[in-house]
């Protein structure tokens, strides 16, 4: 490559129907968002040139990404567009520039839905405009050839009908008979893959298709204040991080540290009132040097100290709104970190809408949420809240969608609803009642019955019998108990009877009594 005058202008000899005649502020959204969004990026690939920039480090860059999305059909990260462009640019003096120049473009970087459809709208209409000063050129061009021949016209007419078709791209969606065969080869290709993100409790994921859910999918799990829906999200969380996925634990009320100790607990079987004292323990399997777990066909499964399978990230309450994730989301992506799944604990704690009904707006965060796990194709679990009747559903049944807090709208986006269930006595001795409220993929509306373990915060299925057993065993304790209570309560009130009769014989005034009658006598 020649050297550069200006780098800073595009290459005046390359061939170019029109460029954008915006500023290079705007330019540099455009291309920051076609690096960094997916949908801006497919629904922006036919409507942008690389030659529509005027920047010579946009229009490098662009090349690479389109030549890299059309053969992977990922978007390339950072680390690859550099090394491309230092490749490419290898000895030019003009390369110092275009680094410069590259982190400005990410920094640049807008996320949201409101910048993605108004940067798509001015592409587009850019697009359109060109399509049709071409295709009238083009037309006129054929009409001065042989404007009395009807095939001219027609022409004519497939060339502006043509332009006025340029538009946002689509996915066009699946052909259901001419697709049949791809889509059967999908599910094979799935089934062998096992990308499916279970819960551990396998009543609940050998009654989903495929064993588990899927990318791009959403649940929630709801239970009272004190049960353990965060705990719960934590064990599903680190479920999967055995299984070779990437997750994200977004909290907007617990701290960082706490959902780290927690995750101890869970992944290494440390106590969690007494993690200092087990650490040594807890660093052996963090660090790769024991086994933290094993498969769910028995392989054994260690950590690599170099790539953490897990991110924590706290914000603050209701500080943090879809677009904050997203935001958040690219930068993970911009360090190499790409989750397969996301917790966000929870959505009742993120920011609402402004000027709008809390029911409405958590319906809407809940709604947008699931759209951003399909977009950035990851699996989402977060927690619902249930309303005040909660606790007393609880003490013979179970939580269902009539008592989600604010709304039971919070529900329809997602695909699978399961609630935790517990009364005193059930909270006594570390037992409770797991409820498939709602299923997309699999049976719903049935029980199954769970183990709270104290110390590890291990979530677990528990057999009906012997939750049966157990909560008989505890009935029986307390029945025992009570009797032992009251045994000794009454021997201690007949202790009292006969201590209050001595006393009464022998207090002061009887027997001076007594001494005056013998007196007396």
């Not at 497919?42 to 662009?62: E, I, P, W």
């Not at 609630?419 to 049976?443: F, P």
């Given at each position: 490559m020649a050297e550069l005058d200006d780098p800073t202008l595009a290459d005046p000899d390359a061939e170019s129907e029109a460029r954008y005649d915006w500023d290079e502020d705007f330019q540099r959204h455009?291309?920051?968002?076609?690096?960094?969004?997916?949908?801006?990026?497919?629904?922006?690939?036919?409507?942008?040139?690389?030659?529509?920039?005027?920047?010579?480090?946009?229009?490098?860059?662009?090349e690479v990404l389109f030549k890299y999305f059309e053969r992977y059909k990922s978007q390339p990260d950072r680390t690859i567009i550099t090394q491309e462009i230092k490749d490419d640019l290898k000895g030019d003096k003009a390369l110092p520039y275009y680094m410069g120049e590259l982190n400005a473009i990410y920094d640049y970087f807008l996320p949201g839905m409101d910048a993605r459809d108004y940067l798509t709208d001015k592409i587009a209409y850019f697009a359109k405009i060109q399509a049709l000063r071409k295709a009238f050129n083009d037309s006129l061009e054929e009409v001065n050839k042989d404007p009395e021949n009807p095939v001219t016209w027609d022409k004519v007419y497939h060339t502006l009908q043509q332009a006025m078709l340029v538009d946002r791209s689509f996915d066009i969606g699946t052909n259901y008979l001419k697709d049949a065969e791809p889509r059967y080869e999908r599910m094979a290709e799935e089934e062998a893959s096992g990308d499916v993100f279970p819960l551990g409790i396998p009543s609940v994921d050998q009654e989903l298709k495929g064993g588990g859910y899927r990318r791009g999918q959403s649940i929630a799990?709801?239970?009272?204040?004190?049960?353990?829906?965060?705990?719960?999200?934590?064990?599903?969380?680190a479920h999967n991080s055995l299984r070779d996925k990437k997750c994200l634990y977004i909290s907007?009320?617990?701290?960082?540290?706490?959902?780290?100790?927690?995750?101890?607990?869970?992944?290494t079987g440390a106590p969690i009132q007494k993690l200092y004292d087990?650490?040594?323990?807890?660093?052996?399997?963090?660090?790769?040097?024991?086994?933290?777990?094993?498969?769910?066909?028995?392989?054994?499964?260690?950590?690599?100290?170099?790539?953490?399978?897990?991110?924590?990230?706290?914000?603050?309450?209701k500080s943090a709104d879809v677009n904050t994730i997203r935001a958040y989301l690219i930068q993970l992506k911009m360090r190499g970190f790409k989750p397969d799944m996301v917790v966000v604990d929870y959505v009742g704690e993120m920011k609402d809408y402004p000027g709008v009904k809390t029911y409405e707006s958590r319906e809407q965060l809940v709604d947008e949420m699931t759209g951003l796990a399909s977009e950035e194709d990851f699996f989402m679990a977060t927690a619902l809240q249930p309303n005040r009747a909660g606790?007393?559903?609880?003490?013979?049944?179970?939580?269902?969608?009539?008592?989600?807090?604010?709304?039971?709208?919070?529900?329809?986006?997602?695909?699978?609803?399961?609630?935790?269930?517990?009364?005193?006595?059930?909270?006594?001795?570390?037992?409770?009642?797991?409820?498939?409220?709602?299923?997309?993929?699999?049976?719903?509306?049935?029980?199954?019955?769970l183990n709270f373990d104290k110390n590890t915060l291990k979530i677990t299925e528990l057999g009906k019998e012997t939750y049966k057993d157990r909560m008989s065993s505890h009935n029986e304790k307390v029945v025992a108990e009570v009797e032992t209570d009251l045994i000794q309560d009454q021997q201690a009130s007949a202790e009292d009877i006969n201590i209050d009769s001595i006393s009464k014989e022998f207090s002061p005034d009887n027997l001076e009594s007594d001494g005056e009658d013998t007196q007396n006598d």
């Open positions: 455009i291309i920051s968002m076609l690096l960094l969004d997916r949908q801006f990026l497919l629904q922006g690939m036919d409507l942008v040139k690389s030659t529509y920039f005027t920047n010579r480090v946009h229009v490098k860059a662009c799990i709801m239970a009272d204040s004190g049960v353990g829906k965060s705990v719960m999200l934590a064990c599903i969380l907007c009320e617990n701290d960082e540290d706490e959902i780290a100790d927690r995750l101890d607990a869970i992944l087990y650490k040594e323990d807890v660093f052996d399997k963090l660090e790769g040097k024991v086994a933290v777990g094993q498969k769910d066909d028995g392989e054994p499964v260690y950590f690599d100290p170099e790539e953490s399978p897990i991110i924590i990230k706290k914000f603050p309450q606790k007393e559903v609880q003490e013979a049944g179970h939580l269902s969608q009539d008592n989600i807090a604010d709304s039971f709208g919070q529900m329809r986006p997602l695909f699978g609803c399961i609630t935790l269930n517990q009364n005193d006595r059930e909270s006594a001795i570390g037992v409770g009642r797991g409820w498939v409220e709602k299923q997309r993929n699999g049976r719903k509306h049935y029980q199954f019955y």
